[in-house]
C-alpha cells in the first residue's frame, strides 16, 4: 500500500511568488492535514481537510490557503512569498476528520530567497 | 495559544541505556500522541494515548496519559542506535486540533 506522497520534495522561490504543493493521501484517506515545521516553531498546524471541505484550521495569515479534491488529494498554496516561508512542509492523511491515526508524507522542502 | 514542553531538549545516552522524557501543558487534551522523526523523513506515530491514567507500550517504548490530562510521558528501554532521532508529543484537544511539542533529540552513543 502506497504512503503518503507529497510533490514536490524541494523547491526554491523568491520572495513575492506563490507556490502550490501537492499531497496524495493514502488510498481510502479521506483526511488530509498540512503542518508547517521550523526549527524555530516546531510543527505548526496549518489546516485539515475532509470530504473536500477545510474543517479546521490553524493560526496563519491568509496568504495560506488550500483545497481537497473529491479523490482526497490536497494542494496548499502561499501566496506573496515571504522569507519566514521556507519550512518544511508536511501532509499527514488518515481516514476520518481528526483521525489519531496519522500518516505522514516526506514533505516538500521549501526555500525562500 | 496551546503549548507543550519537553524535556530534556536533548539528550546523549549509551546504547542498551534506558530513556525517559516528558512532555507538559497548561491545557488539557483528551489525546496524546508519540511520534519520531528521523532526518529528511516526517513523524512516524509510536503510540497514541486516549484516557487519562492510559499506560501504553509499543515494543520497548512506553508511555503514559497524565492523570491531569496535562501531560504524558514516554519511556524507551534498552536503547539501539536506530532509536536515534527526534521524538515529538503532540496533544488533541476537543476540538479536534492538534498541538505538538518542539521535540526531544535523542542521540545514541555506541
Known amino acids: 500500500k502506497a504512503g503518503v506522497t507529497q510533490t514536490p520534495r524541494y523547491l526554491i522561490k523568491t520572495r513575492g511568488q506563490q507556490v502550490t504543493l501537492s499531497c496524495s493521501p493514502i488510498s481510502g484517506h479521506r483526511s488530509v492535514s498540512w503542518y508547517q515545521q521550523t526549527p524555530g516553531q516546531g510543527l505548526q498546524f496549518l489546516f485539515e481537510y475532509f470530504s473536500e471541505t477545510q474543517r479546521n484550521k490553524g493560526n496563519f495569515p491568509g496568504r495560506f490557503s488550500g483545497r481537497q479534491f473529491s479523490n482526497s488529494r490536497s494542494e496548499m498554496n502561499v501566496s506573496t512569498l515571504e522569507l519566514g516561508d521556507s519550512a518544511l512542509y508536511l501532509c499527514a492523511s488518515s481516514l476520518g476528520w481528526g483521525d489519531t491515526e496519522a500518516f505522514f508524507g516526506q514533505g516538500t522542502r521549501l526555500t525562500v530567497v | 495559544g496551546q503549548q507543550l514542553n519537553q524535556s530534556p531538549q536533548s539528550m546523549f545516552i549509551q546504547e542498551g541505556e534506558d530513556v525517559s522524557m516528558n512532555c507538559t501543558s497548561s491545557?488539557?487534551?483528551?489525546?496524546w500522541l508519540w511520534y519520531k522523526q528521523d532526518p529528511g523523513e516526517g513523524p512516524v506515530l509510536l503510540i497514541a494515548l486516549y484516557k487519562a491514567g492510559e499506560l501504553t507500550s509499543n515494543g520497548r517504548l512506553t508511555a503514559q496519559f497524565g492523570i491531569t490530562r496535562k501531560d504524558s510521558f514516554l519511556n524507551i528501554s534498552a536503547s539501539i542506535p536506530s532509536d536515534v532521532g527526534i521524538y515529538f508529543c503532540a496533544g488533541q484537544d476537543y476540538g479536534q486540533n492538534f498541538v505538538f511539542g518542539p521535540g526531544t533529540r535523542l542521540s545514541v552513543l555506541p
Open positions: 491545557s488539557i487534551f483528551n489525546t
